[in-house]
């Protein structure tokens, strides 16, 4: 079992759904529409763009056991589907969407080539004048290290470090309660605000806005801790 499978068990304690990302993200969306959630892990936001609108929604993930859990928080909901696929993948839905979006850091996990392929895939899969939602760590600042998580009430950590090495960078956690220890390790692209949006440029995207957290705080490359960045087709 990797590491994102054995997290899933956790993820929920660790990353709670936080009100501002929900609040931004519906900002971009109008009922009766579609929305896809790329990299959902456990469905938290798309579950509550589901349950708080008449959008269809749908959420992707690579891993199985993520999406094993999205299922269950969301059998209730009729507008609703999740679906193991890779974001490269996205064409094989044969579906337009009127917002598309991928939080939590997850395009990083791609190689560079690979995300441009997962840009343009995303830009023809938007309806005309659909939204893509974007948000990684902020990388022009090159952190060695994210705030330690911490759930006091289950006693459990997450810590998150850094080591860069070229054109990439090694992404170590530990994610540890009183009775277990998780240690992950998983290469990733420390993708630079400049290089994102000369890609989504080039890609036909228009309408760029960054911003430095999901509150719509100014994006400031050498202090803000995220990158969130929104463009329109």
């Known amino acids: 079992m990797d590491f994102y499978s054995r997290f899933s068990q956790y993820y929920d304690l660790i990353f709670p759904p936080q009100k501002a990302q929900g609040k931004f993200l519906s900002k971009y969306y109008n009922d009766h529409k579609c929305v896809l959630d790329i990299a959902c892990g456990t469905g938290s936001y798309t579950k509550e763009i589901a349950r708080n609108s008449h959008v269809e929604v749908i959420g992707i993930d690579l891993d199985s056991d993520m999406i094993i859990k999205a299922r269950e928080k969301s059998k209730d909901l009729g507008n609703i589907r999740f679906l193991e696929l890779n974001m490269l993948d996205i064409d094989k839905l044969e579906k337009k969407f009127d917002l598309i979006y991928c939080i939590g850091n997850s395009l990083p996990h791609l190689k560079p080539y690979e995300i441009k392929e997962a840009l343009k895939m995303i830009y023809n899969t938007l309806n005309s004048k659909g939204n893509l939602v974007i948000q990684t760590v902020n990388y022009d600042r090159r952190p ?39 240690e992950g390790k998983v290469s990733l692209y420390p993708i630079r605000s400049t290089e994102l949006i000369q890609w989504l440029k080039e890609i036909g995207f228009v309408n760029i806005q960054l911003f430095g957290d999901f509150n719509e705080g100014e994006y400031k490359p050498t202090e803000s801790t995220s990158l969130v960045v929104v463009a329109s087709r």
């Open 144 to 182: 060695e290290k994210l705030p330690t998580i911490i759930n006091e009430e289950h006693n459990i950590t997450f810590t998150r470090d850094y080591s860069y090495s070229g054109q990439s960078v090694e992404f170590c956690t530990v994610l540890q309660g009183q009775d277990f220890k998780v």
